[in-house]
């Protein structure tokens, strides 16, 4: 029988028990229809997975035996914030689920002046579902934590989560000369931040702050991809890279 795992958040443990209710407790109950005597695991997305037995079930309450513990132990692969602009639609769901499936840690969306997208109070509903598709792609993928997915912020608020990042590149279409490839191969130990524009472009008066602030101006090739592809293959070229050393 399939083991399924489960995103728990603040995750309290009392005597070797976990207490869940709430939407976690539908869940697995009326969704996963577990049962007692069952397994399920909890992940906590700070790199700890739970492997637990139902105990009880006692009305809107289910209690959770923890049997064991388990840290995922520290990846080789560098941590990877990306910095992307919001698209329309469904399309920036299936960003944030594959980029998750390829092991981002951080997804920042940042507004341009070409961004299409505008953010108010009624958009709320928009991040909240970026949240569960992270919570979800990663139990799916297996992974043992849950990217951050921050509010969308303009570019020049994106400063404090880049500037202790020792690699920092921007996919510029006016970019002739380096190449993706050779930044990736040639980065320096520690994190990567990655900004990639709206479909207009990124316009030149942005490229120069990004350069101000340390980024390097790197190109895919002579192919023009969407916004939503351009993160995953940049994901891809990193992790493809790490998977190498």
């Keep these: ?13 009392k005597n070797g ?34 492997r ?15 049997a064991d513990m388990v840290h995922c132990p520290e990846e080789k692969r560098p941590k990877v914030t990306i910095c992307v602009s919001p698209i329309k639609g469904p399309r920036m769901d299936w ?18 002046k070409r961004t299409l997208i505008k953010f108010d ?15 979800e792609a990663s139990r799916q993928s297996g992974r043992f934590s849950i990217p951050e997915i921050t509010e969308p ?12 990042i020792p ?9 002739r000369e380096t190449y993706m490839k050779d930044v990736v191969t040639k980065q320096k130990n520690g994190e990567v931040c990655v900004v990639i524009g709206p479909e207009g472009g990124i316009e030149e008066p942005e490229v120069d702050w990004l350069k ?21 293959i940049v994901l891809s070229i990193i992790l493809h890279e790490s998977i190498k050393r």
Aim: net charge positive; charged share 30%.
């Design 1 to 13: 029988m399939e083991i399924r795992r489960v995103f728990v958040d603040k995750l309290k443990i």
């Design 17 to 50: 028990m976990v207490l869940v209710a709430g939407p976690v407790q539908k869940y697995i109950t009326n969704v996963l229809r577990k049962a007692v005597g069952e397994r399920i695991d909890l992940i906590d997305g700070k790199g700890y997975l739970y």
């Design 52 to 66: 637990c037995t139902i105990n009880s079930i006692k009305g809107k309450e289910l209690y959770l035996q923890v």
């Design 95 to 112: 960003l944030i689920e594959k980029a998750t499936e390829l092991c981002v840690d951080r997804i920042v969306p940042t507004l341009f």
């Design 121 to 135: 109070e009624k958009e709320k509903e928009r991040f909240e579902r970026w949240r569960r598709i992270c919570i």
């Design 153 to 164: 912020i303009p570019l020049r608020g994106i400063r404090p989560y880049a500037e202790n």
């Design 167 to 175: 690699n920092r590149w921007v996919l510029y279409e006016k970019e």
């Design 212 to 232: 101000e602030n340390g980024f390097t101006t790197v190109t895919l090739g002579d192919s023009i991809f969407r916004t939503e592809t351009t993160p995953l």
